[in-house]
Nanobody, 126 residues
Framework: EVQLVESGGGLVQTGGSLRLSCTAS????????IGWFRQAPGKKREGVSC????????FYATSVKDRATVSIDNAKTVVYLHLNSLRPEDTAVYYC???????????????????WGRGTQVTVSS
């Protein structure tokens, strides 16, 4: 069964950092773009970052560009999202998802992502 599982969320103070993980089950990330998204209460889900499992290229949303680093492990089964200098507005449920990299490249068009995890909660206290 193809599955994505996010972990690493939690409660952190403003200015703190977290490392989120997205673990693949039943496949590897070789041919996929892996996207990180987040949804805050009452808001639409938005893209945060994405990485290619094929060549390691990355893309970031403007809102996190200088505070986030996305990476992938050598086995291409875990993608990490490091978030630094966290702010209360980063509070959200964070999701990872995959889409075909050759077909769609990097980006945040959500309908192109066909497998999603269930999310991990990140709460930043002021």
């Amino acid at each position: 069964e193809v599955q994505l599982v996010e972990s690493g969320g939690g409660l952190v103070q403003t200015g703190g950092s977290l490392r989120l993980s997205c673990t693949a089950s039943g496949f590897t990330f070789d041919n996929y773009a892996i996207g990180w998204f987040r949804q805050a209460p009452g808001k639409k889900r938005e893209g945060v970052s994405c990485i290619s499992g094929s060549d390691g290229s990355t893309f970031y949303a403007t809102s996190v560009k200088d505070r986030a680093t996305v990476s992938i492990d050598n086995a291409k089964t875990v993608v990490y999202l490091h978030l630094n200098s966290l702010r209360p507005e980063d509070t959200a449920v964070y999701y990872c998802a995959v889409r075909e990299y050759i077909r769609y490249g990097l980006g945040f068009t959500q309908q192109h992502y066909d497998t999603w995890g269930r999310g991990t909660q990140v709460t930043v206290s002021s």
